[in-house]
């Protein structure tokens, strides 16, 4: 699978919508994430969640990084339907500052993304390894913060990725939050049609 996403890389130029790139991430994301599980030993029943973050992951990296692809690879993966809608066009991409269509082009893709990194919140309570469940914990507080500047910044513009301090305070955040919930006994909140191994 992620052979097939490299092979993209070299012939895949530009994506024509969401589902286009959703389907980019099965191959370069997502079986990073089952492999992971896999070798943990954890159920099939945790791919749908792992899934979503791994693909909500991949879109934070194509947002943050959306101007140095395009300058260096002549790669774009935002959508091409996205960027007509907002009136925007593939060249401005090339600017050190996004202009308005653009930046609305830039900021709604945050927020289709949050919805999809949202799917995947209930992973690090449905993996039953500890240790792996504290790291999916602290990889989705992260991505939470990301998408959070990716809604309000300019990619094209400001900075985008976490400094040393806020990479510390949201590892710190997402390791008490899953340790407390695992101290607690809560659990994960499962979704419509998905069964969990007992």
Not at 187 to 198: F, M, V
Request: net charge neutral.
């Amino acid at each position: 699978d992620v052979l097939i996403a490299f092979r993209m890389d070299v012939t895949k130029l530009r994506y024509e919508n969401w589902d286009e790139v959703i389907h980019y991430c099965r191959y370069s994301a997502m079986p990073v994430g089952r492999f992971m599980l896999d070798v943990h030993g954890e159920s099939t029943s945790t791919w749908a969640a792992s899934d979503a973050l791994c693909a909500g992951l991949q879109i934070n990296n194509h947002l943050q990084d959306c101007g140095k692809d395009f300058r260096e690879l002549n790669r774009v993966y935002l959508p091409r339907d996205a960027l007509a809608a907002s009136g925007a066009s593939v060249e401005q991409l090339g600017l050190t500052q996004s202009p308005p269509a653009m930046l609305a082009c830039l900021q709604a893709l945050a927020v289709r993304n949050a919805a999809l990194l949202d799917e995947g919140r209930s992973l690090s309570a449905e993996i039953r390894d500890f240790r792996l469940g504290v790291d999916v914990a602290v990889i989705q507080a992260y991505a939470d913060r990301i998408v959070r500047l990716l809604k309000v910044r300019d990619p094209l513009r400001e900075r985008v990725h976490l400094n040393k301090f806020e990479l510390l305070i949201f590892s710190l955040a997402g390791m008490i939050g899953e340790v407390g919930r695992r101290a607690i006994g809560r659990k994960a909140i499962s979704r419509p049609g998905t069964a969990h191994d007992a």
